[in-house]
């Protein structure tokens, strides 16, 4: 099993920035991406972006290209979720994920989930 723990979530005004943390622990070896979703209120979870396990390669949904990044710390088995010029709509629950397959779109294709945190933006 692969143990996810999320940190990181609050209250932003908008344009402001949160780092969201994501520590994994267990059996990493057989990871081979961490996504981060989240998931408004009524609405469903979406996956807003990924990073293979080496780092090698990053994907990042439309509406949070340039604003968002996902650096990893190898040392420390941990994932972050950068997110600048916060929006109002980015309001949600963040969770991440991982998963052992390469392509791996939709909260089905993940094996492993954090207990998710709130982040709020307002206006």
């Not at 999320?6 to 994994?24: T, Y």
């Not at 990893?72 to 979720?81: F, G, I, P, Q, S």
């Amino acid at each position: 099993q692969v143990q996810l723990v999320e940190s990181g979530g609050g209250l932003v005004q908008a344009g402001g920035s949160l780092r969201l943390s994501c520590a994994a622990s267990g059996r990493t070896f057989s990871v081979y991406a961490v996504g981060w979703f989240r998931q408004a209120q009524g609405k469903e979870r979406e996956l807003v972006g990924s990073i293979t396990w080496n780092g090698d390669e990053k994907n990042y949904v439309g509406s949070v290209k340039g604003r968002f990044t996902i650096p990893r710390d190898n040392a420390k088995n941990t994932v972050y979720l950068q997110m600048n010029s916060l929006k109002p709509e980015d309001t949600a629950v963040y969770y991440c994920a991982s998963t052992v397959s390469s392509l791996a779109w939709q909260p089905k294709d993940y094996d492993y989930w954090g207990q998710g945190t709130q982040v709020t933006v307002s206006s």
